[in-house]
């Protein structure tokens, strides 16, 4: 059951947040809702003051299970960094992809621990971004349920049409 983690103990926030999505609407609450990840405004991540970005990997960056990051993909992650924004991945995948020859230079790779939508895994990732203030942080994700648990954290969601591919 996808609920669950793999090792197979649920993972409360994630069925919380998804019986409570239609009454809870700052969980649907987003920064921005964009067809790509590589339609981000960067500009406009400057005027809102985002200092940070914490990257979901399935469905927002590549198809799920993918490991190889597109040219496009890259090549937005290295122009939002050029403007001292920056940038990890967090994901919930058992997979370990932090090797993929395609992730770039200065961006981390990372495994929610504890799983996303718990709280603590997006103020960790922003910890290791070396940044303290969550409202500087915005998580880019494909998923309500697990990848706006960022408004927890006091994070902004920018929300990312999934891509294709099996979850």
Do not use: Y
């Amino acid at each position: 059951m996808e609920l669950l983690t793999k090792l197979g103990e649920p993972n409360f926030p994630r069925i919380w947040n998804f019986l409570s999505l239609p009454l809870r609407p700052k969980l649907t609450k987003t920064l921005a809702r964009l067809e790509r990840f590589t339609d981000i405004d960067i500009p406009f991540l400057v005027q809102q003051n985002i200092r940070a970005l914490i990257l979901d990997l399935d469905g927002t960056l590549v198809e799920h299970n993918e490991s190889e990051l597109s040219t496009q993909v890259i090549d937005k992650i290295v122009e939002i960094q050029r403007n001292n924004i920056h940038v990890c991945i967090l994901s919930n995948t058992s997979n370990d992809r932090s090797d993929s020859r395609t992730i770039p230079h200065g961006v981390e790779v990372l495994k929610a621990c504890p799983p996303k939508p718990h709280r603590e895994c997006f103020i960790n990732a922003m910890k290791g971004l070396g940044l303290d203030e969550p409202e500087q942080c915005a998580v880019v994700g494909d998923n309500f349920n697990t990848d706006a648990g960022a408004h927890d954290a006091s994070m902004h969601f920018i929300h990312v049409k999934p891509l294709d591919g099996r979850e």
